[in-house]
């Protein structure tokens, strides 16, 4: 009996749930990772950091007058914004750093081997790149937040917790971020 359209068949169903997969983990509009797979690669990253005594920062990031925008000049050219805000994040990280946009105009990213030092680098980076995107009206602002594991636990809820108040705070404060020697 001929295999090969059994094989063939079974290549194709495989091919067909890998991209699947991959559309269930891509957010659609920016092309990075969604809430999901920054959901799955942060247990991962977390558990390796621990396993392996190394460092991690988690970065969460939301837009500041992403809204007004949206209203003021409608939803294709906040999606232009987003897309661009996307691509300016993209270019700021390290290799191996990866970036999720959660939805709306809330991104995160997961920096392996990286400390409070070297996150707020990149936060930096980040929120300057940002502040460039070219926009109608006002210039966004990204605001952003920082937790690092070991210093600031190992445990990725709390983690999240941590760099989600730090971003709030960075939003009150005026400031795109927080410097570390300010996150206590």
Known sequence: ADVAPVIGYLLHEADARA????VARTDELTGLGNRRAFNEQ???EVARAVRHTQDLAILVMDLS??????????????????????????RSVRTGDSIFRWGGDEFAALLPHADAVAAAHVARRIAEAVEQVATPGSRLLMNIGAACLPVDGSDLDG??????DRMYAAKADGNAWLDPDRTG
Do not use: I, M, P
């Open 19 to 22: 991209r699947l997969d991959l």
């Open 42 to 44: 942060a247990v991962r």
């Open 65 to 90: 007058r992403f809204k007004r925008l949206n209203d003021r000049f409608g939803h294709a050219v906040g999606d232009e914004a987003l897309q661009a805000v996307a691509d300016a994040v993209r």
């Open 159 to 164: 983690l999240l917790t941590l760099a989600d």
